[in-house]
């Protein structure tokens, strides 16, 4: 119910905008040198020459009864295919980037909780201040120029299938795949590795002053049970539901990172589409988003629901 | 021999502001199935005494000196190790707050299973039997379904029994209880207090129980400390303590029990607040709280020194014993009278 509203509630928001943004899709659809009547006949054509919230009505009705998300203005292709080939892209991204932030942050993040103000500790802090400070655009050129251009170790930019490479494309399959992704991934981990050690940090630190924990020490648990059996269980509570809000979030676009390594994801796909005013594009991947974000959301209730046995009674 | 023997344990702990002493000299020692009761106010140390002794400290920022002689060896010199396997199994605690010291995400069964297995091999299905034994002991009703639940499902006091069945799981020899009832309400703290007092004899554990209720002391206790500003105040068998207190903080505390059967209009009170430990005042640190103070006072710390020829009986004080009897006598008869 509350994911009908808020779905509802983004993309009329979407629309609204779209329409108030003083630029006319028709104009673009009909070409440079096009006279009045061609305009007034491409606007008929896509369908902008109705009122904003007949378009509306029209958008809604076709998502709704026949899941198809219309044709671009601009190519005329089904919008349902730009997302679908787009979202394998975005999707690579952000959950291989989420194993590999998670692969960097729990353990430093671990580690400088048990041993505040030790070096590790403080060399952990000076790479979160950096990782947070840092612009994503920034860390995909620094590590494009070194690691891509002047290692030569790593592709500089592009993506490859991992299943059924289209014919004519320069790479595919499984190791293609992953040696053009490495650093889009470690761009990304870099990025959101900052904030998970942080966060780690301090909830562990807070789990290791609990009342609960020390009566595991009197009980006689060596400090690896401890750890294992009392601290951590309950200080990733809170990290599971940043971890599913984030990917979340990433999977609507990561627009930066996807930029700067050309890749064909989400994030590309909807500001392409909002340089040249293709609404369906722009609302295509706005639903996907959208629908990301609450299933994702979802799915974090759910699994909270799990592991944290104070949740299950409500 | 007793069972645990406490020789002038000082615990200090480094902060910002300086070095906090929360605990400074402090001696007793705890017989075979006896009760030793800690009494004194917030912050005179009588919790950091008991952490120190069962190694709860943490270990940085804190320097801790004198000796714990348990069955021979020293608890503060031994190693991580050897002191995993006291603790929890020879040595078990009970915490003051139930609703926080248990972790929520397990079920009690799992928590009390737990602790078998950290000292007994044996299988699960064994520690989770002698875990529902101990629950049924502790008087949790329905024991074989509540077994399997969550602590957040249970209440404080049946929490805190929960705590205490896993203390006594391996049938330790010393139970240390750190104000095991101040978190609950009245009727529980009854009940809860008759519990561990009824446990004792079954499970013939030594109990050192701290609290700042001489209410509780004088029902559970055999031996008594009165703790003041990290240092001991008085100590004496519970008999004596109440016969022939003597030293002015005894007399407080016992002067503002509150009584059912008198009408008060206001309940009598120590004037002032504890010490702070940081910059303790110099000689009695009782002094500046203290209605009989004298020069001496200021000046000199009054050693620990028998009562009378009763060397049982201990105390830290300047006043002359008679003085001290003819107090203590018109505060007991203060109280008798009160009463009849």
Redesign the interface.
């Given at each position: 119910m509350w994911a009908c509203v808020l779905f509802i509630a983004v993309t009329l928001v979407t629309y609204v905008i779209f329409f108030i943004i003083p630029a006319d899709p028709a104009k673009l659809v009909a070409g440079k040198n096009a006279r009045p009547e061609d305009i007034k006949r491409a606007a008929h054509y896509i369908g902008v020459d109705k009122p904003v919230y007949q378009q509306y009505w029209i958008f809604m009705k076709r998502l709704v009864i026949h899941h198809n998300l219309g044709r671009s203005f601009s190519n005329r292709q089904n919008v349902n295919d730009i997302v679908l080939a787009a979202a394998p892209v975005t999707a690579t991204l952000v959950f291989g980037g989420a194993i590999f932030w998670m692969l960097l942050a729990i353990p430093i993040g671990i580690l400088s909780a048990l041993r505040p103000r030790s070096l590790l500790d403080r060399l952990a802090m000076v790479f979160v201040l950096i990782g947070i400070s840092a612009h994503p655009v920034w860390i995909g050129l620094i590590f494009s120029y070194f690691f891509g251009y002047r290692l030569g170790l790593t592709p500089i930019q592009g993506y490859c299938d991992v299943f059924n490479p289209p014919p004519g494309a320069s790479c595919g399959g499984p190791v293609d795949w992953a040696y053009h992704m490495i650093l889009p991934w470690m761009t990304f981990m870099i990025l959101f590795a900052a904030l998970y050690v942080r966060m780690i940090r301090a909830n562990v630190l807070e789990t290791l002053g609990?009342?609960?924990v020390?009566?595991?020490?009197?009980?006689?648990?060596?400090e690896s049970?401890v750890m294992k059996?009392?601290v951590l269980?309950?200080a990733m509570?809170p990290i599971v539901t940043m971890l599913g809000m984030d990917i979340g979030l990433a999977l609507g676009g990561a627009v930066f990172t996807e930029s700067i390594y050309n890749l064909h994801g989400l994030g590309q796909t909807a500001v392409l589409g909002l340089q040249t005013f293709d609404l369906p594009t722009t609302l295509g991947v706005v639903v996907f988003a959208t629908l990301s974000i609450i299933l994702f959301n979802l799915f974090v209730d759910l699994l909270y629901a799990v592991?944290?046995?104070?949740i299950r009674?409500a | 021999m007793s069972l645990l023997e406490v020789k002038d344990l000082k615990t200090y702990f480094r902060t910002d502001d300086g070095i906090v002493k929360a605990v400074d000299g402090v001696t007793f020692s705890v017989e075979k199935g006896k009760t030793l009761g800690i009494v004194g106010e917030s912050g005179s140390g009588k919790s950091v005494t008991c952490l120190t002794i069962m190694g709860l400290n943490s270990k940085k920022n804190t320097i801790t000196t004198g000796e714990a002689i348990w069955k021979g060896e020293d608890l503060l010199k031994m190693s991580s190790r050897r002191l995993r396997e006291l603790r929890g199994n020879d040595v078990a605690m009970i915490f003051q707050d139930p609703m926080t010291s248990l972790n929520p995400v397990h079920t009690i069964g799992r928590q009390l299973s737990e602790a078998v297995l950290l000292h007994q091999d044996v299988s699960k299905k064994i520690a989770r039997g002698r875990a529902l034994e101990l629950l049924k002991a502790v008087g949790i009703p329905r024991a074989e379904r509540r077994i399997d639940d969550y602590p957040h499902q249970f209440s404080g006091g049946m929490r805190q029994r929960v705590m205490i069945a896993m203390a006594l799981v391996n049938d330790p020899d010393l139970l240390v209880a750190d104000e095991p009832t101040t978190a609950l309400d009245v009727t529980t703290q009854a009940q809860i207090l008759n519990l561990i007092d009824k446990l004792q004899d079954d499970f013939g554990s030594a109990v050192i129980m701290i609290t700042h209720d001489l209410g509780v002391i004088a029902e559970i206790a055999d031996d008594v400390v009165v703790m003041y500003a990290a240092r001991v105040a008085e100590q004496a068998p519970v008999d004596n303590l109440f016969k022939r207190p003597a030293h002015p903080y005894t007399w407080g505390l016992l002067g503002s029990l509150p009584r059912l059967d008198v009408e008060v209009e206001r309940l009598v009170q120590i004037p002032g607040s504890p010490p702070s430990l940081l910059n303790p005042p110099r000689g009695c640190r009782f002094h500046p709280r203290c209605p009989y103070v004298m020069g001496v006072c200021k000046t000199t710390e009054p050693p620990l020194l028998p009562v009378g020829d009763d060397a049982s009986h201990l105390t830290a004080c300047h006043l002359d014993q008679a003085t001290k009897d003819a107090e203590a006598e018109k505060l007991l008869a203060g109280m008798m009278a009160e009463s009849v």
């Open positions: 609990e009342d609960y020390r009566t595991a020490r009197a009980k006689g648990a060596p049970q059996s009392h269980r309950n509570l592991i944290d046995p104070r009674l | -």
